[in-house]
């Protein structure tokens, strides 16, 4: 029986309905995959593991990279040689000279509790003229 109509409905019609909704819910649509970039694959070392972090991206490391230098942020206890051979392993690359920054702890104050940022290590790394790392050119 309606609430706003005279006119009542007969079972059949609601029977049909629900079959009608089940069958809606069943289908299945396409999913989306977003394309993947054909990127170069890298050899996994263990020294890339040990002693590379990650690439320092930032505007000045953005430029850096015109002039063929690359800025990773590394370890505490990685020297000069750990980090080429780790370069030169990871990314398949020539590396002609590597600087370390040594970034200092600073105090910060937070009310009346004073804190500590850590500091860390970063390193330059200068690359044969013809070579790249790929995965800073879309930063």
Do not use: Q
Request: charged letters at 35%.
């Amino acid at each position: 029986m309606g609430l706003f109509s005279k006119k009542k409905k007969s079972a059949s019609d609601e029977n049909s309905k629900t079959i009608d909704k089940k069958e809606e819910k069943k289908k299945t649509f396409p999913i989306k995959t977003a394309k993947k970039k054909n990127i170069t694959p890298i050899g996994l070392s263990e020294t890339a593991c040990r002693f590379l972090i990650e690439p320092w991206i930032t505007e000045k490391s953005h430029d850096k990279m015109v002039e063929n230098k690359y800025i990773f942020k590394v370890t505490k206890d990685a020297n000069k040689k750990n980090i080429k051979k780790a370069i030169e392993e990871l990314y398949k690359v020539v590396v002609t000279r590597v600087n370390i920054i040594n970034v200092p702890s600073k105090s910060r104050k937070y009310g009346a509790k004073t804190g500590w940022k850590s500091g860390y290590k970063k390193a330059m790394v200068t690359l044969k003229e013809g070579d790249k790392i790929e995965l800073f050119e879309g930063v």
